[in-house]
């Protein structure tokens, strides 16, 4: 199989998604219980919506206008930080996920493409069905390495 037909190969398929409906406090339990630090967003119908992580609630915890200023002289807010997080849980997910910053691949997407895409955008990247919008699976950069991997292995052989 060429590596520019491949990008199925690279996908993980058994994806752990949240639903936009979903409280912010039961995405990031189900995070948490899972061992993971971002899961896909998708509606009632599969269709993509966005990524949701922790790093983003971490990110709304902080107002948008110290982006960028040395915090250390921040001491004691803790507990401020905490309410903050305790008066987001009841929000939905779909709140605080941004459709129009979702990266996302599409399935026909080049292996060449989508390995350049990580390099930019990190990962996971959402791969989305070009006709319907329906997650189709992810891309890591650990799922490429080790396709990638298994690949020079057969060639050896």
């Given at each position: 199989?060429?590596p520019e037909k491949?990008?199925?190969?690279?996908?993980i398929?058994?994806v752990?998604t949240?639903s936009n409906d979903?409280?912010v406090?039961?995405?990031?339990?189900?995070l948490d219980?899972?061992?993971m630090?971002s899961a896909?967003?998708v509606?009632?119908?599969?269709?993509?919506?966005?990524?949701?992580?922790?790093?983003?609630v971490?990110?709304?915890?902080?107002?948008?206008?110290?982006?960028?200023?040395?915090?250390?002289?921040?001491?004691?807010?803790?507990?401020?930080?905490?309410?903050r997080?305790?008066r987001?849980f009841?929000s939905?997910?779909?709140d605080h996920v941004?459709?129009?910053?979702?990266?996302?691949i599409?399935?026909?997407?080049?292996?060449w493409e989508?390995l350049r895409m990580?390099?930019?955008?990190?990962?996971?990247?959402a791969?989305?069905?070009?006709r319907d919008?329906?997650?189709?699976g992810?891309?890591?950069?650990?799922s490429a390495?080790?396709?990638?991997?298994?690949m020079?292995e057969k060639?050896e052989?």
């Amino acid at each position: 199989m060429s590596p520019e037909k491949s990008l199925s190969k690279l996908a993980i398929t058994n994806v752990f998604t949240v639903s936009n409906d979903d409280t912010v406090e039961k995405a990031l339990k189900a995070l948490d219980s899972r061992g993971m630090r971002s899961a896909p967003v998708v509606d009632e119908d599969g269709v993509f919506y966005g990524m949701f992580s922790a790093h983003e609630v971490i990110k709304g915890l902080v107002p948008s206008y110290m982006d960028g200023m040395s915090l250390d002289f921040a001491q004691g807010f803790a507990p401020l930080l905490a309410d903050r997080l305790q008066r987001m849980f009841p929000s939905r997910v779909g709140d605080h996920v941004r459709p129009e910053n979702a990266v996302k691949i599409a399935t026909n997407t080049h292996t060449w493409e989508a390995l350049r895409m990580l390099t930019t955008h990190g990962s996971p990247l959402a791969i989305v069905d070009d006709r319907d919008g329906k997650l189709t699976g992810l891309i890591s950069e650990q799922s490429a390495i080790d396709v990638l991997l298994k690949m020079a292995e057969k060639k050896e052989k």
